[in-house]
């Protein structure tokens, strides 16, 4: 079973900065989209960024302009860089592929993001 283990996540000011990662254990091409979701507390899970197997980037519309999903193919990695964090964006952070997010999918234990003064 493919595993995808996120890191980065932090206590942050607000308009600071993070980019967190996200190892996946097989081959990111093996998935149509591998995204970043996040979830907060009494809050749905949502989409705040996604990658496609050829390239093609989707944002959440909270996080357009502010957050860059960027992968390393050789290191099957994803990455999400994170500026000018909004209390807002506290959040527990997760990495999965897209089909898991769309059929409730199981999930890993993700990476708490925390954006206070």
């Known amino acids: 079973q493919v595993q995808f283990v996120e890191s980065g996540g932090g206590l942050v000011q607000p308009g600071g900065s993070l980019r967190l990662s996200c190892v996946v254990s097989g081959s990111i091409f093996s998935f149509y989209a591998v995204g970043w979701y996040r979830q907060a507390p009494g809050k749905q899970r949502d989409l705040v960024a996604r990658?496609?197997?050829?390239?093609?980037?989707t944002y959440g519309d909270s996080v357009k302009g502010r957050f860059t999903i960027s992968r390393d193919d050789a290191k099957n990695t994803v990455f999400l860089q994170m500026n000018s964090l909004k209390p807002e964006d506290t959040a527990v952070y997760y990495c999965?592929?897209?089909?898991?997010?769309?059929?409730?999918?199981?999930w890993g234990q993700g990476t708490q993001v925390t954006v206070s003064s």
């Open positions: 999965n592929d897209h089909y898991s997010f769309l059929t409730g999918g199981s």
């Open positions: 990658i496609t197997r050829g390239g093609t980037l």
